[in-house]
């Protein structure tokens, strides 16, 4: 009853951009922070970016001032906007919604790829 559907993925040249969008279904999506994830081949997955119920945000180093995370509440929706795609950024991206810590749903991911 849950899904969280992940899209904008593909391929791009080093320095593009992509924009990455979250549809959620089957919660009260205003209530949950939402993130992003990225797990790269052989490596654990690590938090991108998050934004808050209250609109606030966090990210991870390597991302700042090249992403974006927002939300759009009224169409249970969040995005990524990926600024200055570097090679290190390829990765498949997730979708997660986190209530109060305690209810955690996944999407499936999608793949992004920065290759010239």
């Known amino acids: 009853q849950v899904q969280l559907v992940e899209s904008g993925g593909g391929l791009v040249q080093p320095g593009g951009s992509l924009r990455l969008s979250c549809a959620a279904r089957?919660?009260?999506?205003?209530?949950?922070?939402m993130g992003w994830y990225r797990q790269a081949p052989g490596e654990q997955r690590e938090l991108v970016a998050g934004i808050t119920s209250g609109g606030s945000t966090t990210y991870a180093d390597s991302v700042k001032d090249r992403f974006t995370i927002s939300r759009d509440n009224a169409k249970s929706t969040t995005f990524l906007q990926m600024n200055n795609l570097k090679p290190e950024d390829a990765a498949v991206y997730y979708c997660n919604a986190d209530l109060a810590r305690a209810r955690y749903y996944w999407g499936k991911g999608t793949l992004v790829t920065v290759s010239s």
């Open positions: 089957g919660i009260t999506f205003s209530l949950y922070t």
